[in-house]
């Protein structure tokens, strides 16, 4: 039985095309700025959010973990929602990497409210850590791949703007909410100090991050990724598979988007899930029904050769990428049972 793996969009693989085009890449030795394929990714990032400059990293824990140590000082304090990923999923690395706290915002589906943010701006006074950055995530992931009204963003901009504070966007995702909201990534980039896009999750590239924004912002960060032990030599090799992307798999991200609508509607259908978060990109979130261990669902599904994993209490999580055919759903429609047998 072939495998339907939902589980990440982490789990795409480079196709043959990618791989040659890899195989070929011209490299050199990247620290010394040496490696023409590395520079034609990071001017490539930079160029479609209208930006001066990028740095190409081994993960997007990495680009945000830069990011946030450019942005602050030990002992400022970051504002993010109480789900972001720069929180929960990166090792406690706000603290850890750069001394700095965390003041939470809950929101609906992992966005914040502009008037949120201003209700959790410190005052200068010498009790309070200061408020130095504020960081979205675009799509959301834990908030279920949600994305942002443009408008709100700009709000949160001219907020950050008129507070002094940096505005950074975990853009793990952030083609995804683009193609959405059909929003021009160069007025969309303008709103941020920095932004961080993953190669590596339904574009398909094997590895890689960007993190993109202002020359001085970007020649700070490349510092601060040689201290983390990010500096990489002939980076061009896996550079490519992100050039191959951006070139090739952004276009194609309506299918993944299209496959998950099909997945919310098989999901609402079974007794046992409760509820489905309207679907609005390639992450589709249900809640399953009262009395079911999501766990136990993972395994009863795992069975029957379907990946998915669970999100939290009483919740799962099934992902669309590049390696989701039309097939594979069909096979999935066909493989989820009406009724659990344990
Ligand atoms: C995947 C992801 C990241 C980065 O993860 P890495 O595995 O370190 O590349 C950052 N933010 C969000 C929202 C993500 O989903």
Redesign the pocket.
């Known amino acids: 039985m072939n495998i339907l793996d939902f589980r990440?969009d982490?789990v795409t693989k480079p196709t043959q095309e990618m791989r040659d085009f890899m195989a070929k890449a011209p490299v050199g030795d990247d620290v010394f700025g040496d490696d023409p394929t590395v520079n034609e990714l990071e001017a490539l990032g930079a160029s479609i959010f209208g930006m001066e400059a990028a740095l190409f990293c081994?993960?997007?824990?990495?680009?945000?973990q830069i990011a946030i140590n450019v942005h602050t000082n030990p002992g400022d304090e970051v504002i993010c929602h109480e789900e972001?990923?720069?929180y929960r999923?990166?090792g406690g690395g706000i603290a850890r990497n750069s001394g700095a706290s965390v003041r939470f915002i809950r929101g609906n589906n992992g966005r914040i409210d502009p008037s949120q943010i201003i209700d959790n701006i410190n005052p200068d006074d010498q009790h309070y850590p200061r408020t130095t950055l504020v960081s979205i995530?675009d799509?959301?992931?834990?908030g279920g791949g949600y994305c942002y009204d443009f408008e709100v963003i700009q709000e949160i901009s001219k907020i950050c703007k008129a507070n002094n504070l940096a505005f950074h966007l975990?853009g793990?995702?952030v083609f995804n909410a683009l193609e959405l909201t059909k929003i021009d990534p160069v007025l969309y980039g303008q709103q941020f100090d920095s932004i961080?896009v993953?190669l590596?999750?339904g574009l398909g590239a094997p590895v890689g991050?960007l993190l993109i924004g202002k020359k001085e912002f970007i020649s700070e960060a490349r510092r601060v990724r040689k201290v983390f032990g990010g500096g990489m030599r002939q980076a061009g090799i896996i550079a490519a598979g992100g050039i191959y992307a951006l070139k090739n798999n952004v276009q194609r991200l309506a299918i993944d988007h299209a496959n998950a609508k099909r997945i919310e509607n098989m999901l609402a259908s079974k007794e046992w899930i409760k509820e489905v978060l309207p679907v609005q990109t390639n992450i589709v979130v249900a809640h399953v029904a009262d009395g079911i261990n999501e766990l136990d669902l993972v395994t009863e599904l795992r069975e029957l050769g379907i990946l998915c994993v669970g999100f939290g209490k009483g919740r799962v999580r099934f992902t669309t990428h590049l390696d989701v055919s039309s097939e594979m759903i069909d096979a999935l429609e066909g493989r989820l049972p009406n009724q659990l047998s344990r």
């Open positions: 990440s982490t081994s993960s997007g824990t990495m680009t945000n972001a990923h720069i999923y990166e995530e799509t959301a992931n834990r975990d793990a995702r961080s993953c590596s999750k991050s």
